[in-house]
C-alpha cells in the first residue's frame, strides 16, 4: 500500500469550510484514496473514497490532483461535531477482506 | 449505526491471565476485523475473519487468538495476558457489497497491570 503524508494537526472555524491534505507521491494505478475521521473514544467512521474523479457524498468532497500523487478532504461548513481526527489511507480496493492501515492522522479542532 | 456491540467495554486484568473480547454483529456481514490502537499508532489490524471458521492474521497477531464461530461473533483472546497489550480494542465489520466501508465498533478499553 502506498504511504501517506499528512499534517499532524489543523484549525479551523467553524462555518467555514475545513481543507485536509493528504500526500500520496507513490501511490499506483489502481488504488484508491478512503478518509475515514475518529471522533474522541469512538471507532472511526467512514466519510469516502475515491479513486481519479472528484467525488462528492452528504459528509465531504474529496479532490484528487490530475496526477493522483495528492488529494484533499474538504468539510464545507465545519462543525463543532467534525472535530475528530482525520486519516487519508490508499490501498487497493480488493475482493475480500479489507485490510487498512492507519496512519497517524490529522487532528482537526474546529473552533467557535 | 452499524449493529455492532463489543463486550466488555472496560476490563482491567492482571498478568497472565487470559481475557476474552466478544465482537457481535446484527449485519450479517461476511468480513469481521480485530484492531489495536495505541498512543503514538494508528490503528493497527491483530487479526481478521472473512466467514465462519476462517480466520487470518494481521500486522500484530503474536500473543493473540480468534474464533469465529457464528456469522455474528468474533471472539478475540489473549490466552496469557501481558502489559503491552493494554490498549483499546475495536472490533469492524464489512461486507463484499459495500467493500470501500468499514463498520466499527464502540471499542473496550483492556488494562493490564
Known amino acids: 500500500d502506498a504511504k501517506t503524508t499528512q499534517p499532524t494537526s489543523m484549525d479551523c472555524a467553524e462555518g467555514r469550510a475545513a481543507n485536509l491534505p493528504c500526500n500520496h507521491s507513490t501511490i499506483s494505478g489502481n488504488e484508491y484514496v478512503y478518509w475515514y475521521r475518529q471522533i474522541h473514544s469512538q471507532g472511526p467512521q467512514y466519510i469516502i473514497h475515491?479513486?481519479?474523479n472528484n467525488e462528492t457524498n452528504e459528509m465531504a468532497s474529496l479532490i484528487i490532483t490530475e496526477d493522483r500523487k495528492s488529494s484533499t478532504l474538504i468539510l464545507p461548513h465545519a462543525t463543532l461535531r467534525d472535530t475528530a481526527v482525520y486519516y487519508c489511507i490508499v490501498r487497493l480496493l480488493v475482493q475480500g477482506a479489507q485490510k487498512l492501515v492507519f496512519g497517524q492522522g490529522t487532528r482537526l479542532t474546529i473552533n467557535p | 449505526d452499524a449493529g455492532i456491540t463489543q463486550s466488555p467495554r472496560h476490563k482491567v486484568t492482571e498478568t497472565g491471565t487470559p481475557v476474552t473480547l466478544r465482537c457481535h454483529q446484527t449485519?450479517?456481514?461476511?468480513?469481521m476485523y480485530w484492531y489495536r490502537q495505541d498512543p503514538g499508532h494508528g490503528l493497527r489490524l491483530i487479526h481478521y475473519s472473512y466467514g465462519v471458521k476462517d480466520t487470518d492474521k494481521g500486522e500484530v497477531s503474536d500473543g493473540y487468538s480468534v474464533s469465529r464461530s457464528k456469522t455474528e461473533d468474533f471472539l478475540l483472546t489473549l490466552e496469557s495476558a501481558t502489559s503491552s497489550q493494554t490498549s483499546v480494542y475495536f472490533c469492524a465489520i464489512s461486507t463484499p457489497r459495500r467493500g470501500f466501508e468499514q463498520f466499527f465498533g464502540p471499542g473496550t478499553r483492556l488494562t493490564v497491570l
Open positions: 475515491g479513486l481519479k
Open positions: 449485519e450479517n456481514h461476511r468480513y
